[in-house]
């Protein structure tokens, strides 16, 4: 994404000590311009200001839609001078063109920045039918909402020395969502029911042709949080057939897709998984099915590099940096593999239902799709 400048311009920051009518000492502090860069590279933390703050719209361009206003604090490590602005991000063209902050202090400054979002954040359990909307309809819907997403940047003691500085400012956020629809095969609507239960609540559908929505997106819906859902299937008769239980977690700056399909045995698993960075919210999509049974969704945050031959039974594989084989084997007999880095070759890959690669394939490693 084009690069956020924001250009501190030349001031000057005066502190006056009067010590009786005749003598008066001027306190100079001398400032310069910097360019500063925002973007999205690394963790970072949040920092506070008591200083006044000065409110000026900017032009959105590029910076994702998700984000309201950018808090920037220049403060000097070894002066008093403090410059805090809050730049409104506009859609019209009104603003202006870049970000201008002035009177920034020569010598070591701290810069600190975080976004508000102009999402409400939602958890939200509904019903919806399926004669009017499809599955896929639904989550591509849920999809069009802006996800809830706070960023944070900070660089510390950076030396501004007048001579054309520029200053990158990684920003991240912790916040990833989820989406969850689930609906029942078609066939056996008519004999066949179903109840869907998570830590929050519990929800049966009024009849068999409603799908159940599960989204969740908002301030707690942070990395390492988890959501588990158990649908239990009953005949028409009011006979319990079977429970299938799942746990998706939260991954940051990632949005996890998730198709539960229901049948007279077994519930089939269809997990898409996209990224947002600011960092902006793209989609990949994959069709993960299985005949092999209850599927579960197994999340890796970062990348995953084998150390021996390794077979994972029963889930859908979903990895959010690099899949690293260093000449090992890694078997998905019953599932997916959705590896939003690239995959690193040397050893050999054997799935079942797809195989989904966001990056580069590297080192010609052996791609087998072979069912249990």
């Known amino acids: 994404m084009k690069k956020v400048l924001l250009v501190l311009l030349v001031g000057l920051g005066v ?13 100079v502090f001398p400032t310069a311009s910097i360019r500063l860069s925002v973007d999205a590279n690394s963790n970072a933390s949040k920092g506070t200001s008591n200083e006044s703050k000065s409110n000026i719209d900017v032009n959105r361009d590029d910076i994702p839609a998700t984000v309201e206003t950018i808090d920037v604090t220049v403060s000097s490590s070894i002066t008093p001078i403090e410059i805090n602005n809050i730049y409104t991000l506009v859609e019209d063209g009104s603003g202006d063109n870049g970000f201008v902050v002035y009177d920034v202090a020569l010598g070591l400054n701290n810069v600190i920045a975080t976004t508000t979002t102009v999402a409400d954040g939602s958890f939200n359990v509904s019903q919806f039918d399926t004669n009017n909307m499809t599955a896929q309809e639904k989550l591509d819907d849920n999809k069009a909402n802006i996800p809830y997403a ?42 066949y029911y179903y109840e869907v239960i998570t830590s929050d609540t519990s929800i049966t559908p009024t009849n068999s042709s409603k799908g159940v929505s599960l989204y969740w997106s908002d301030e707690n819906s942070v990395d390492g949080e988890m959501q588990a859902i158990t649908i239990k299937v009953f005949a028409s008769d009011d006979t319990f057939v079977y429970e299938s239980n799942s746990e998706i977690s939260v991954i940051a700056s990632t949005g996890i897709n998730t198709l539960l399909t229901i049948n007279a045995t077994k519930v089939q698993a269809d ?102």
């Not at 502190?15 to 306190?27: A, G, R, V, Y």
């Not at 510390?156 to 920003?171: A, R």
């Not at 902006?280 to 049974?293: A, L």
């Open 271 to 372: 997990t898409v998984g996209f990224n947002f960075s600011f960092q902006p919210w793209t989609e990949i999509d994959g069709n993960n099915t299985s005949s092999c049974g209850t599927l579960t969704t197994k999340n890796i945050s970062g990348s995953y590099s084998l150390g021996q031959d390794v077979v994972l039974d029963g889930v859908n594989l979903v990895i959010s940096g690099d899949l690293n084989l260093n000449g090992h084997t890694l078997s998905v007999p019953c599932g997916s593999i959705t590896v939003s880095g690239n995959l690193n070759g040397g050893g050999e890959v054997i799935y079942c239902d797809n195989l989904t690669v966001s990056g580069n394939t590297q080192n010609n490693p052996t791609i087998t799709q072979d069912c249990n």
């Open 150 to 191: 706070i960023y944070d940047g900070q660089v510390l003691d950076v030396g501004i020395t007048g001579n054309n500085d520029f200053v990158n400012v990684p920003m991240t956020t912790q916040n990833g969502r989820l989406n969850t629809v689930i609906v029942m095969e078609e066939s056996i609507r008519d004999d």
């Open 15 to 27: 502190m006056t000590s009067c010590h009786n009518d005749e003598h008066t000492h001027e306190i």
